[in-house]
């Protein structure tokens, strides 16, 4: 994977702008903050946010992708200074689910989802490069 950084652009902080890459795509439908019984555990958004990226890396790794493989992210939130709020803990969780990798992101504030207690949704697309093991 190349990451793709113009030379005269200020480095981003917790997500890359580009990545150019080949191999097997693997698109993960959005996810949400309930475990794998569809069962809202919490209506804290940091906790929503942890279950709903490892939700994500759970369905990526059904392809056989790890999250260093993980080349999009789309986080869409329903409160944008909740999000703000949260920050330091959002990251903490990250960091722990997804190490030091930083896909390209985007944050979209939403009026609604489609469940009602669902705070973020995000969903994500993966390239699990050519000749890397499954």
């Not at 191999?23 to 959005?30: F, K, L, Y």
């Not at 993980?70 to 920050?87: F, P």
Request: glycine content about 6%; aromatic content about 8%.
């Amino acid at each position: 994977m190349q990451i793709l950084q113009p030379p005269d652009w200020v480095a981003p902080k917790g997500y890359v702008n580009g990545i150019a890459a080949r191999g097997t795509t693997v698109v993960v439908a959005g996810q949400i903050g309930w475990n794998s019984a569809c069962v809202f555990e919490s209506d804290d958004f940091v906790a929503q946010f942890r279950q709903a990226l490892a939700n994500v890396i759970a369905v990526a790794a059904e392809a056989g992708a790890r999250p260093e493989h993980i080349v999009k992210l789309t986080w869409y939130i329903t409160d944008k200074q909740e999000y703000l709020s949260a920050l330091r803990a959002v990251g903490a969780a990250y960091r722990e689910l997804m190490g030091r990798w930083y896909p390209a992101m985007a944050v979209v504030q939403v009026t609604a989802l489609m469940e009602d207690r669902a705070k973020i949704e995000i969903e994500a697309m993966a390239i699990i490069p050519d000749g890397a093991a499954a």
